[in-house]
């Protein structure tokens, strides 16, 4: 029987690289929650609608990239491209909808697009997206981006540039959309792909997204929508500014940085690594102030930011398993039931570690402790159980000694080093 292989585009992860996602996260819990963020959990599959409505038609990402099918009741489901709809579908129905307050939520899991998979580019790939709702203050803004640049610098990344814009408001993109339109229309059409082509007359911001040689040429030379943004934008952005100025993060304007989805306004960014080839955003957001009515919500403020996990594990190169604390080996059948008693004594006091369920040799047992890089190897045997002991051999120097099988957890140790700091070696 022929076995069955993973879909194209679609990974599986085992240590050491699912170590560095769960270092991701675990991170992102600890950083996020300083600011008073709190994690939800939403479903992978919505009505297509919700995408279509948010992200904007035009987009690359509702028309070429969707998983999309319908289910036996006739009705067009999606599997999520990406975390903020959903996100927002869930708090218009949620009792905070009618609060009136400013929630902070994150949260983690896997995206689905139909890609063309390369480094750093998968089919199905995994976000940590951030949404803050319910404040315009550009302060929050401001807040954002240096929690952003937080998580990212207690992952241990430095190489990393953000880059920044502001895509104006309803008063003031209407002109810069005019003199878009007019700039493409007077463009040779010939230089523009099949897409750009209709964008240039029925979404013109999007032909700024586009990767295509030709259309990004256009696009250097197109009017900056900087020059447009009307004296609020201006005043707002100016704000973000001032709140990056007072700290160290590096960052630069980037007039024709737009983003691939229709939501954002005002304030858009990404963080940029050059050590990762071609896809080198790592992370990006902005803010959607009229998104959330657009879903059928109040008219409420929002600003968040997605982080894709996938380009973030490229750059930790030295992510590493956490070494288990002992390997308890059993050297005769008859200490097999003490041995089970004692390892599970040991991990109820926090320890973490494994057992042998097979009668081997000395040799070979702790050939296999150094095999899984533990940092104790725990021998039970025959003589061992009669005297009431247990050997304790440190894996790192060789140096054994035998101890009162009721003070093993004193001789392993009560200093356990966090998880963090075992995961990361700089």
Known sequence: MNKINKIKGFFDLFPPESTAYVFMEETAREVFSRYAYTEVRIPILEHTELFARSIGKETDVVQKEMYTFEDRKGRSLTLRPEATAGVIRAYIESPEAGSGGVNRFFTTGPMFRYERPQKGRTRQFHQLNVELLGEHSAFADGEILLMLWSYLQKLG???????????????????????????????????????????????????????????????????????????????????????????????????????????????????????????????????????????????????????????????????????????????????????????????????????????????????????????????????????????????????QRAVSQDDVEQALGLNLKTKAESFVQH
Not at 199 to 216: E, H, I
């Open 157 to 399: 990344l430095k190489e990393l540039n953000m880059q920044l814009n502001s895509l104006g408001c309803t008063s003031c993109r209407p002109d810069f959309d005019a003199k878009l339109k007019n700039f493409l229309a007077m463009s040779e059409q010939e230089n523009l792909c099949v897409d750009c082509q209709r964008r240039a007359r029925s979404n013109p911001m999007r032909v700024l997204d586009c990767k295509v040689k030709g259309c990004a040429a256009v696009a250097s030379s197109a009017p900056r929508i900087l020059d447009s943004l009307c004296r609020n934008c201006r005043d707002h952005f100016d704000t973000v500014l001032a709140v990056l100025d007072m700290t160290d993060i590096r960052y630069e304007l980037n007039p024709y940085l737009v983003r691939g989805l229709d939501y954002y306004q005002r304030t858009t960014f990404e963080v940029i690594s050059t050590d990762i080839g071609a896809q080198s955003a790592v992370a990006g957001g902005g803010r959607y102030d009229g998104l959330i009515r657009d879903l059928g919500g109040p008219d409420i403020p929002g600003i968040g930011f997605a982080c894709g996990m996938e380009r973030l594990a490229l750059l930790l190169r030295s992510i590493q398993e956490r070494p288990l604390d002992f390997y308890l080996a059993v050297l005769h059948e008859e200490a097999m039931d003490t041995a089970m008693f004692m390892a599970q004594r040991l991990r109820d006091k926090g320890f973490e570690g494994e057992m042998g369920f097979q009668i081997k040799s000395l040799k070979s047992q702790l050939r296999l402790a150094n095999r899984k890089k533990v940092k104790t190897c725990l021998l039970l045997g025959r003589d061992e159980l009669e005297k009431g002991q247990i050997q304790v051999k440190d894996m790192s120097t060789g140096v």
